[in-house]
């Protein structure tokens, strides 16, 4: 089977699909719209096309800056014929996918991500009508959560598949040593981009409220994350007097997060933004026995089980926030129980072994 992804190829998500789907015999070819940046492991014997004329920036967000990809369209069509696939799967519905629906290719499969379905059809009527005529084009329309889902029914009456993107239990696993710091200290960590609508401002006052109220208690605040706001969020903790508990570890390779997560004794996912459209971050946390404090929001609260996994919150919720993490604060046996009941959930839903087999089967059904 030979299968053409029209997909971004810096994104780890592309790559990771990519790389799993060759290694089970599928033939795999990426048409990005970007040139690597940097080549991973695993790409070997990958081909990777690009449109003839690249040196246009096409990648653009906005709707009008999404009507570029238009010029993409006959490189994407000399690419089927090149490669001669004999399925296209386009990643992201409102750039990729418009190509992959001009294309005029069948069978043709259409993943959503995330903003294409919660942000992008609501920016005009034009992007309305664009999102639903990609979806009227496609034959399988994928979700990797059932909030999304519903998100996505919105635009169209088709049935959406729920493809979850999960985690390498070989890889995200509790390493014999939690963290470095002493067996008395608790480290609560995080792992987002430093960007508005992942609530890390949030998270440093709720840190802040807890060492004003435990003022003994050796506590550490671990964000690892580029952006826009890093400068802003380093001032946040230096005025509210934490700044020498904060440790700002900056932007890693996905390769590293294993060993970063399991410098944690508390994974915290505060986003403020209903786009968050499936917590990968979270269920690696959880992979990695880590108890959870989430947002419950979007396909955040899908991935954890409260009371159970962790503690959902509401956005915001400085108090009922706080509270959550003092449960945990003071009880490594939550801590441990938590950790593992996570553990066994990812187990039992988000195994990436049974996901990748669950996308080879819709594969199939076109065979």
């Given at each position: 089977?030979k299968?053409?992804?029209l ?16 290694n089970?015999g599928i ?8 040139r690597?940046?940097n080549f991973?492991?695993?790409?070997e014997n990958?081909s990777i096309?690009?449109?003839d004329n690249l040196n ?5 967000s906005?709707?009008?800056?999404k009507?570029?990809y ?17 399925i296209?799967h386009a ?6 996918g418009i190509l ?7 069978p043709?499969?259409l ?5 294409d ?11 309305r009508?664009?999102?639903?005529f990609?979806?009227?084009k496609a ?14 029914q919105k635009?169209?009456?088709?049935k ?6 999960g ?5 995200f696993?509790?390493?014999?040593s939690?963290?470095t710091q ?9 792992i987002?981009?430093l960007?508005?609508?992942y609530?890390i401002?949030y998270?440093?006052?709720i840190f802040?409220?807890?060492h004003a ?10 964000i690892v994350?580029?952006?826009s ?7 946040q903790a230096?005025s509210?007097?934490?700044g020498?508990?904060?440790a700002?570890?900056g932007?890693?390779p996905h ?8 410098l ?5 996912a ?10 990968v971050?979270v269920?690696?946390a ?5 108890p959870?404090?989430?947002t ?5 609260k899908?991935v ?10 509401p ?10 993490f003092e ?7 939550i801590?441990m ?6 553990r ?18 819709i594969?199939?059904?076109?065979f």
């Amino acid at each position: 089977m030979k299968v053409l992804l029209l997909a971004d190829i810096n994104s780890i998500h592309t790559q990771k699909w990519a790389i799993a789907l060759k290694n089970r015999g599928i033939e795999i070819a990426v048409f990005s719209l970007t040139r690597l940046q940097n080549f991973s492991p695993g790409l070997e014997n990958i081909s990777i096309f690009h449109p003839d004329n690249l040196n246009q920036d096409i990648s653009s967000s906005g709707l009008w800056q999404k009507l570029k990809y238009f010029t993409a369209l006959p490189s994407v069509k000399k690419c089927i014929r090149n490669f001669s696939p004999d399925i296209v799967h386009a990643h992201y519905a409102s750039s990729y996918g418009i190509l992959g629906s001009l294309s005029g290719f069948h069978p043709y499969i259409l993943s959503v991500w995330g903003s294409d379905v919660y942000d992008f059809p609501r920016s005009s009527i034009v992007a309305r009508w664009l999102i639903r005529f990609n979806f009227r084009k496609a034959d399988r329309i994928l979700s990797t959560s059932h909030v999304m889902a519903t998100e996505t029914q919105k635009y169209t009456n088709k049935k959406i598949d729920i493809t979850p993107f999960g985690i390498d239990l070989n890889t995200f696993h509790r390493f014999k040593s939690r963290n470095t710091q002493s067996n008395e200290s608790v480290v609560i960590g995080t792992i987002k981009a430093l960007e508005e609508k992942y609530g890390i401002g949030y998270l440093i006052g709720i840190f802040a409220r807890l060492h004003a109220k435990y003022p003994d208690l050796t506590m550490f605040l671990h964000i690892v994350g580029g952006g826009s706001l890093e400068h802003q969020l380093k001032e946040q903790a230096q005025s509210l007097g934490i700044g020498h508990l904060v440790a700002f570890l900056g932007k890693i390779p996905h390769e590293k997060v294993p060993s970063y997560l399991n410098l944690f004794d508390i994974y915290a996912a505060l986003s403020i933004s209903d786009s968050e459209s499936f917590g990968v971050a979270v269920i690696e946390a959880s992979a990695c026995e880590l108890p959870v404090v989430v947002t419950n929001i979007g396909g955040l609260k899908e991935v954890v089980e409260d009371q159970v996994t962790g503690f959902l919150v509401p956005p915001k919720d400085i108090e009922k926030s706080v509270e959550s993490f003092e449960k945990l604060i003071f009880s490594k046996q939550i801590r441990m129980e938590m950790g593992f009941n996570g553990r066994e959930r990812i187990k039992k839903l988000y195994n990436w072994d049974d996901n990748v087999e669950e996308m080879i089967k819709i594969y199939q059904h076109f065979f």
